[in-house]
């Protein structure tokens, strides 16, 4: 049978769990292995605290689930499935309901994997590598962008709007910032011209 105390607000289970009502509407509720300790607040939080170190305290009114395990790791999930994790050595890791993870160094670094296979990482210096699942790989600065192609052929836009093209046969291509083709030569595994595509002339 259940034992109610009623000088001290304690109810005692018969599975030796003991629970205790405060005058503020706060209820403490302890296992009766007493590896669980519960605190529901008078907002409707609860705090949950383990025998192993672990504390999760779930907010009522925002739908949030804390977490804090022993080795000092924070794990925040929100009501759209999206976790956000917190690491003793300052990472911070955020996991998307659609599988997508963002990973944020202390260093300034990032690494983003999305759902259908794109990596993504940021450099310290803010330079990006964009990785493509068709194979392609994308790499973005702060004086260029450039997108190279499987069969080598590469091509970049310069920020004051240059353009470009290498094919991998070893032509190259490059446009003035207003699109109008400026040279066209194809060169030779030395980098020397053979050929310019603008004056029809072959040089080698």
Do not use: W
């Not at 504390?55 to 956000?84: N, S």
């Not at 003793?88 to 759902?115: M, N």
């Amino acid at each position: 049978a259940v034992v109610s105390t009623q000088s001290t607000g304690e109810t005692i289970g018969p599975d030796g769990s003991v629970t205790m009502k405060y005058g503020n509407g706060t209820v403490k509720h302890i296992s009766g292995d007493g590896r669980v300790v519960t605190m529901t607040y008078f907002n409707g939080d609860t705090k949950e605290t383990f025998q192993d170190g672990r504390v999760v305290y779930r907010f009522r009114k925002d739908g949030i689930t804390q977490t804090q395990l022993p080795d000092g790791t924070e794990k925040i999930v929100f009501p759209t499935g999206q976790e956000e994790i917190k690491y003793p050595d300052r990472r911070v890791e955020i996991r998307y309901p659609d599988k997508s993870t963002k990973v944020t160094y202390p260093t300034g670094e990032e690494k983003s994997v999305y759902a259908d296979g794109t990596v993504v990482t940021v450099d310290k210096t803010g330079q990006r590598l964009i990785l493509l699942p068709n194979g392609q790989r994308e790499v973005h600065t702060s004086s260029f962008k450039r997108r190279e192609y499987p069969d080598g052929t590469s091509k970049t836009v310069y920020s004051d709007g240059f353009q470009e093209t290498i094919y991998a046969n070893g032509r190259r291509r490059k446009k003035d910032c207003k699109g109008n083709l400026i040279s066209d030569v194809s060169v030779d595994s030395n980098g020397n011209v053979v050929h310019d595509f603008l004056t029809k002339t072959r040089l080698l």
